[in-house]
């Protein structure tokens, strides 16, 4: 049972245009959403994360947004560059803080042509 | 410069053998993770820590074991490989509670160490 989804598995976007990334839940007990960027051969990084009392946070070009009702976040890279080319991963949290036990997404490929 | 460090980054093992990944961080942090990472399947808890001497069972712990006897250090245990636990396999760790600096939440992840079972 896929608690976290990200339907998309790859995504291809032209260099300078906005990517946006997608993941669905389905457990309504996840209170924190994190998004990590893996590269191959190395671990996940964490890049971006929202609590479930905001809808947006925003830092620097990336910008996730959250709809409760929907259990919908979407991850925003604006504007995308070559070195965002990279595996993403949605990942959710019925602690208040992210970092206990993580149920991630299966993940999506940005791949960001120059 | 903080690390999570995994032993090996490639192994090879045949069927039946007992494997030992290995997992240390150098951060203080309190809770420590092991995950797979397989294609279309994303990332999958196989066991978790909270404290030393602590282990839960994470999503697919059959087939595996896990060790925390020092707070930096958390084992994963392959009792018996199999063909099927071909994958790659990534420890994280992170700080308990909440608090303090945003950087202080989520996880810190190791490099990974890709497993074949022949």
């Known amino acids: 049972d896929q608690q976290v989804k990200q339907n998309s598995p790859s995504l291809s976007v032209q260099e300078g245009r906005i990517s946006i990334l997608n993941c669905d839940y389905t457990n309504s007990m996840f209170d924190y959403f994190l998004w990590y960027k893996k590269y191959p051969a190395e671990g996940p990084t964490f890049l971006i994360s929202?609590?479930?009392?905001?809808d947006k946070n925003e830092d620097g070009r990336f910008t996730v947004f959250l709809n409760k009702s929907a259990k919908h976040l979407s991850l925003h890279i604006v504007p995308s560059q070559p070195g965002d080319s990279a595996v993403y991963f949605c990942a959710a949290s019925a602690g208040s803080f992210g970092n206990e036990k993580l149920t991630f997404g299966t993940g999506t490929r940005l791949t960001i042509i120059p | 410069d903080v690390k999570v460090t995994q032993s090996s980054r490639y192994l090879v093992k045949r069927t039946g053998e007992k494997v030992f990944l290995e997992c240390v961080q150098d951060m203080d942090h309190e809770n420590m993770f092991w995950y797979r990472q397989d294609p279309g399947l994303g990332l999958r808890l196989i066991y978790f820590?909270?404290?030393?001497?602590?282990?839960e069972k994470g999503d697919i712990p059959e087939g595996y074991s896990v060790s925390r006897e020092k707070k930096e250090r958390f084992s994963l245990i392959l009792e018996s490989a199999s063909t099927n636990q071909t994958s790659m396999y990534l420890c994280?760790?992170?700080?308990?509670?909440?608090?303090?600096?945003?950087?202080?939440?989520?996880?810190?992840f190791g490099s990974g160490t890709r497993l074949t079972v022949v």
């Open positions: 820590s909270y404290d030393v001497k602590m282990k």
């Open positions: 994280a760790s992170s700080f308990a509670g909440g608090g303090g600096a945003l950087s202080n939440y989520g996880y810190t």
């Open positions: 929202i609590s479930s009392i905001k």
